[in-house]
């Protein structure tokens, strides 16, 4: 029995997933007190090898499983399943994890044993590319970190599932799991931190910080993500947890239909107008071309682009059958 199992879901990200393979056989903790499981998809990247040759070269089992059905979700149950920690941690293949991570969690947690608690690290991006793009300083300001440190308690909705760790005995007693039904981008993350609430847990930050390690990312990029996520992934939310919608913040106020609900409401009608507008198309120009001028950076010119995907996923929704395993292994979780 190990005390921490570190459960690391990937998807054809083999040299990032690398990083993020060393930086654990890195760790400050001594390498017997926790393993690492991998859990790809056959990827058919190099991924098998990639983690095969770094185990070799470190003299540590490092673990890779396939899982079947390519999601999130369901690889990281089939992590929890085939764990033998005492305490899970989940990272996403691009979360880099600081020298000392699984310590700060473990010191985090050392007062809550057998609590239904969960912890949440700290997320934030490279120095140098924070200080030459707009973009990265707006995804580095949405998270919390040692900078912007966070109150004691996280709400559902503010979960860090990419550096997560929980009680694996808690949590197994308490039947939550990530709901396999969501098959596309978005909102599992979401539905998870909801079930825990539900069942009495409280979500709290820890200093066990990451490196988000975004690279090639964009504001195009991420506007996808946003727009899917709307698209594909709250219909499945919308199913699963209808009873936490209402306590789902200021999202709701970009769903379609809530024009009618705010008729009597000039303000918001205005912004639902300028959303639907062309006016976001013209402000994302606008960031694009001016994403290395500091001085031009305006956080909440960004939160309207995406504001505005948002709210065009909410009218393009599709029905969840019809996002398939099959077409996200051939052309990815976005298309």
């Not at 029995?1 to 997933?17: D, F, G």
């Amino acid at each position: 029995m190990y005390e921490i199992s570190v459960i690391v879901s990937t998807w054809r990200r083999v040299e990032i997933l690398k990083k993020v393979v060393s930086a654990l056989l890195a760790q400050s903790m001594s390498a017997e007190r926790f393993e690492i499981l991998v859990i790809d998809s056959r990827s058919g990247d190099g991924t098998d090898e990639a983690v095969q040759d770094i185990a070799a070269r470190s003299g540590r089992p490092v673990r890779l499983v396939n899982c079947e059905i390519n999601s999130i979700s369901a690889k990281r149950n089939l992590g929890i399943q085939l764990a033998n920690g005492c305490y899970l941690i989940f990272l996403d293949d691009d979360c880099i994890p600081d020298p000392d991570h699984l310590e700060r969690f473990l010191a985090s947690a050392a007062d809550t044993r057998g609590q239904r608690v969960a912890w949440c690290g700290g997320v934030r991006f490279d120095k140098g590319l924070i200080s030459a793009s707009n973009y990265y300083r707006y995804r580095d300001e949405c998270h919390f970190s040692k900078l912007r440190p966070r109150a004691e308690k996280l709400e559902f909705r503010e979960i860090v599932t990419m550096n997560m760790m929980i009680e694996k005995a808690v949590l197994l007693e308490s039947g939550v799991t990530f709901d396999e039904r969501f098959l596309g981008y978005g909102y599992e993350d979401v539905e998870f931190g909801w079930q825990l609430t539900k069942r009495g847990f409280s979500i709290r930050p820890s200093p066990a910080e990451i490196l988000h390690e975004e690279l090639n990312g964009s504001l195009v990029k991420f506007k996808n993500k946003i727009y899917h996520s709307s698209r594909d992934g709250f219909p499945v939310f919308r199913k699963v947890a209808p009873d936490a919608i209402s306590v789902l913040g200021r999202t709701t106020d970009l769903e379609r239909g809530r024009e009618k609900l705010s008729a009597k409401s000039l303000r918001r009608a205005v912004l639902y107008w300028l959303l639907d507008s062309k006016l976001p198309s013209l402000v994302e120009w606008f960031l694009t071309r001016t994403d290395r001028i500091g001085f031009l950076y305006v956080r909440h010119a960004f939160r309207f682009v995406l504001a505005s995907a948002y709210r065009k996923g909410s009218f393009d929704r599709i029905d969840s059958s019809q996002v398939s395993v099959s077409d996200a292994n051939k052309r990815g979780w976005y298309s």
